[in-house]
């Protein structure tokens, strides 16, 4: 079965404690009986961005560990704003390998195959506090996405996007990564980032043809959402 959740910002290998925050107690013993009490190791989790509080790859390796050895099943992993410590597909994939963690791949303008659906993404961009989004930074974007989508075409299964900024956030709409979606006959769309009272305004439901569902940590009770 394929599952997806987002937003774990673990800090297991620093001084980032996230338990800080309102609803997030216990939150990493929370996620994992929810995730191992319904994930088995021949299920796949797409994880939505935002995995590590590390601002190097070396550094991340606590983290990664987790979801590599505690946490059921294959995992796909989309890259997130705060994944600082994720520089090339290459060092990535290579420091997952050299470091043992077999249950984690990584998704950066490719696509998988997974039970009869086609797996596509990218991190995305949005304005952040009523700022201008950065149009060179959403433009490579779109043009990650795209590339995600071209390889996904090649597949045989429907196209679901998996990308962790939301592409639409109440009156705001990140047009170059919508207009993919659109050109390339995506029908569901799950994202993350948002957190707290953001969430109220996440949009959950159909616009353009689109299916769009937020699957932020917290706003999915730390509990993994099936994808059927």
Known sequence: MLYTIGDLH???????????????TNYLERLENNWNSKITAEDTVILLGDHSWALKLENSL???????????????????????????????????????????????????????????GTRGWISENGESADAKVLNREAGRLELS?????????????????????GREENIPITNILHKYGVKRCYYAHL??????????????????????????????????
């Not at 689109?210 to 994808?227: C, K, W």
């Open 195 to 228: 957190h707290g009272r953001s969430i109220k305004d996440a949009l959950n439901g159909e616009r353009g043809g689109v299916e769009y569902r937020l699957v932020s940590a917290d706003g999915v009770g730390f509990d993994p959402v099936q994808i059927n």
């Open 10 to 24: 673990l800090s297991l290998g620093s001084d980032k404690p996230m338990d800080i925050f309102p609803g997030w």
């Open 149 to 169: 989508l071209q390889a996904a075409a090649k597949l045989d299964g429907e196209l679901v996007a998996f990308i962790h900024y939301p592409p639409i956030y």
């Open 62 to 120: 606590a983290d990664l560990e987790f979801i590599d050895k505690r946490l059921n099943g294959k995992k796909i992993l989309v890259k997130g704003n705060h994944d600082l410590w994720w520089s090339t597909m290459n060092k990535v994939t290579s420091f997952a390998a050299q470091n043992g963690l077999t249950t984690l791949s990584f998704l950066f303008n490719n696509a998988y195959l997974v039970e009869g659906k086609v797996i596509c």
